[in-house]
């Protein structure tokens, strides 16, 4: 890369492999020199929001004349109005100035008449009534989304006015490293004091212009809450949202701020390396352009509720068994149906023509699936076959795990085990479906789990709608993303388009601009050192387009994008997970493949795209649920007819389909004088809590001690085996639960699982020592975990495939001695032997599952086609393998032709293999916080080292 005259003198740059390394240079030269610092002189004239001077555009809002008096005289102090202004950008250009308009309706229209959209109708897509657009009746039914209009950046405004003297960071001379959440301190409570009739006041003149509803209760119940008389009140609903909308500004001010100093302080720093390594070596200046011309660049793509075996069996269904399985287990739903325990069946009907009529003949479409369809094309062999998503399959555990790399447990864990636990140390139950969600970033923060951004932050990085995203350069919040996105279609995926579009025309500018420096340098080397007119005029235009290259190296292309797409997991809850809404050409997958196509489009166009590496994983599948049935009344209310003392039982969740949880987060309840705390996600998983432990009320019971369980109000020595109670009360519904059998350690675990067939009870434990494990039945002969059984959804195994599994399961199942540890199989022959059954990864996962012992004391998930407190027809966080099929993929030109084929992997280990190909560095699987290896020497990748 480097000619003859510009490597003289480059003994002092990094290389790697012989090859100058740009990015070791901003790492340890410009990015280390970056300091977070409040002091610098800004004139706040600099700033426009939506095309106009900021004091021009706080004069529009709808504010209260003197609210709008007393702002605009705070504008000529910097330190008040810079961070208003970046965080005004944030929620006004970087949200707002782009229409409403459903981009992939429209595109749809150029690709098919009138008749055939109408023939592809259903609850979420409709055509235009001629006169405005129909609402789709399940974003109706499910959420009203959030508006950032001129009403919400109006309030935004009053808060952050109210809250910016109080920010600790105003009077620092470098920001802080993290955002300081509000405590239970006087100080802290002055400002909620302060801050909660400003937020009552803004809703009841929001609630008065509102229609009768659900929602309008709600408000109206949350402005209850704020009267006097209600103050301390541990569910006082409007203190807590006043706590979660202090945090979400706070935070977000500092966030935005940030980010500004940072890109400002990053331009000056690398323009003044820039000119003086040109001053005292031109040649040190070439080497780095030139090896930023050629530089990696990664893309990782986290699709909620994506799997491979759908995708592979919509564009082969008549090669492969998925879709014609899944329509038989359709047609015979009625068998699941419980005949001794109380059921219910979701009120939405499914609509499945189009799953039907992939089982009856070719469906041949150039505009259905285009980029999905040249994907496995091409890049067949580096879709993982078997994609593993971990126990419980739920976003909340598995979305950090794809975005980080990390594990749950461990040091640099997440420490997040399910969408809902109980802490108990600080006595604190957490379910993530409300305010609580605003809590993630800070659990994951305590854990010092590092982020993507975190490990990234010396290069230029983008996140699109994703969590964990502190160290980004430039963010798309996931909540707002959320919050938006279900009412105004594509809402963050036209931001973040509309984003990298920009980047490309720059990088375009940029790489050309890069290739006349070099050449320009070259030209001044070569000019004679008596002529001292041309040398200086030479040396002048060099300097001044370095300092304009400067501007502008943060502008073009990321070096790493994080696009998350929430979509076909929310609507598919709704719909059904093989309904017309997820499958159809006008379904959520087409659209997820349209924007996949538009997001390539922009790398390619930037002249990027041969350098890229694509990833892309998916968080879990979903199976359909056909009846639901809710297990804490199934088991205790029955059980408490029988008692003569009443239960304690305390519910932390709300049932799949309907509303958020609020909760206050400095005055939440305790769990102690409980029996038992239960709750439920996503229709696959319920957690039972109990604290009868004999080491005490914060450690786990185990097995044993669960068939001796004495409740609060239990009478001297009366005890109930609960295990039983639990598995017998549910034998028709439950596929198993699973119990600690003793203490866990992340070396070390026994569980035990726990079901029926045929009428009679299994009880079976995985024993976890190191990399072994051992499964063994304690009652019963079947098998729970089924793993003498093929999975029906994937083509049979053919000759040397079944060899490898029959051979496998003799030396796993049939071999392995229960006191001859070495006799175990190891963690990768159990996963391979579980990827050809229904239940991948399946011995593993359930071995693992409480490492963190947060983790619930009882975990119980439901049979094929039965959902645990849910009300809609899409489930995950179960055990089957419709939902633990998780997308893992990778594409793009440096793939190379040689792929070893991926059999089975966890989704987690996405963002180790971008990693370790946009770095080069070794990703060590248990190590510098990494919990998944890196997939990359499978890929055969063809970029110079």
Partial sequence: MLSANSSANVSAIPVVGGVVNSAEILKNQINSSVIYTTKTVRDAAIFTIAGITLDAYILSLPLDSDVKKSIIAKLSNPSYAIPLGHFLYTFVDKY??????????????????????NGFSHSLFTLNDGKKEEKPEL???????LNIDRKFIANMVILYD?????????????????????????????????????????????????DEGEMRGALEQIIEDGKPQHKGSVNNKAEALTITLIDFVRLNVLKSYRQFIYQEQRQEVLNEWLQESFKDNPETVIAYLESRQQRRLAVQVTVDGLQQGLLEGILSPQKKPFIKQVYQDHLKHKTYKPQNEITIQPEHEQQLSFLKRLTEEEYNDSSYLPFFTELYQKYDKSIVDVGISSTPTISVRNLPIIKTG???????????????????????????????????????????????FDRLDYLVTLNCNAQYDWNAHTTYDGLVNLGA??????????RCLRELTQRAKVEKAIVKMRSELIEEIRIYDDIFVLDIYSKLTQKWKIQQNLESLAKLEQK?????????????????HFAGPFSDEILMPTGELNRLDYWLTQFTNTYKEAGVYDRTLWGMAGDHGLSPVYYSLNPEKQVFDSLQEELDYPLVIKKISSDEGEGPKITNALNYESNKEVDVVVASTAGGNFMMDFFNSTQGWKVQPTYVELTTWTPVNAPKGNSINVINEVASRLEESLDYLVVRETSCSLDEC????????????????????????????????????????LNPYKSQPNEAELASYQELYQRCMVSAISDDVSSWCTEQEWRSLTAYTARPDSVNQLAKLYEEARAGTINLFPKFGIGFNTKVPGRHAGEHYLEKDAFLGFWGTPVGPNVTPLKSNANGSLAPTLYEYLTQETVIENNNGWGFPSLLSELDIQLSK
Avoid: C
């Avoid at 996105?485 to 036209?494: C, M, N, Q, V």
């Fill in 96 to 117: 707002g100035d782009m229409d409403n308009k459903d981009a992939f309706k429209a595109y749809l229209k150029t690709q098919y008449d009138e008749e055939t959209l």
């Fill in 485 to 494: 996105g279900e009412s105004l279609r594509d809402f963050g995926e036209k």
């Fill in 750 to 789: 026994e569980v035990r699982i726990i079901g029926f067939k045929d009428d009679v009870r299994v009880d079976e434990l995985i024993t976890k020592k190191g990399d072994r494990l051992l499964y063994q039945p304690v009652i019963g002969s079947s098998q729970l975990l089924e793993l003498d059984i």
């Fill in 139 to 145: 974003a109706d039914s499910h959420h009203q989304g």
């Fill in 406 to 452: 990390a594990k749950v447990s461990g040091e640099g864990g997440t420490g997040i085990p399910n969408f809902h636990f109980v802490d108990r140390k600080e006595d604190r139950a957490y379910y993530f479906f409300g305010n609580d969600a605003l809590q993630l970033d800070r659990l994951m923060d305590a854990n010092k789990v590092q982020t993507m």
């Fill in 556 to 572: 073009g292309m990321p070096d790493y994008t994080l696009i998350y797409n929430p979509w076909p997991d929310h609507f598919a």
């Fill in 162 to 210: 109210e809250l910016v003297q109080i920010g600790e960071w105003k009077d620092l001379e470098v920001l802080p490293e993290r955002y300081t959440y509000l405590s239970d301190t006087p100080e802290d409570r002055k400002i909620i004091d302060k801050i909660q009739p400003i937020i009552i006041a803004g809703m009841t003149k929001a609630v008065a212009s509102m």
